[in-house]
């Protein structure tokens, strides 16, 4: 029996409570931290951040209005029109006022937990409207005991540290194929060998 299931065995006899977003994340609109110029460039330092599959815009050298985050204290930013989200643990300005920033009411949950549980969350909005208050934030989660939750998310950030590691070696060998298929496929050396004037020893080209 692994740890987890000695923890739910013993800490969740009669099952687990679910609790809507709403009752264990505050959320803070973004309107003193969305960046006022679009001109970004890679010199400058601080992000620029959507929250849909882009992530990282750009950078801007903007210092107002800067949210500070860290590993100490981080954030999930929100959507609230496609409902996508990122765990964020550097300073950042955003882009627009769709952005939403979640933090954890108070210490009953671990806030990396309550991240790895929005992800099980099956939504696809139907329209282009605020999604967080209308919406997502009914939507429920289970909260089982600190421990539990404490085994959930480490067992969930190994896997997500081996995928980074699995994600990075897949990348050098792609890379890897593509320089030898490159070399192997390229005939130039050899075609140029093979035209050699044996007389002359010039090589035709």
Partial sequence: MSELEKLIKKLCPNGVEYKPLDDVLLYEQPSKYIVSSTDYMDKYTIPVLTAGQTFILGYTNEQNGIYKASKENPVIIFDDFTTSFHWVEFDFKVKSSAVKMLRPKN????????????????????????QWIEKYSKFTVPIPPLPVQQEIVRI????????????????????????YRDVLLSFDDIRAADQTDNGGGIIIT
Avoid: G
């Fill in 107 to 130: 210490e009953s949950c671990v806030f990396k937990y309550l991240y790895y549980a929005m992800q099980t969350i099956k939504y696809s909005p139907a329209d282009h409207t605020r």
């Fill in 156 to 179: 969930l950030d190994n896997f997500t540290e081996l995928t980074k590691e699995l994600t990075k070696e897949l990348t050098a060998r792609k890379k890897q194929y593509e320089h």
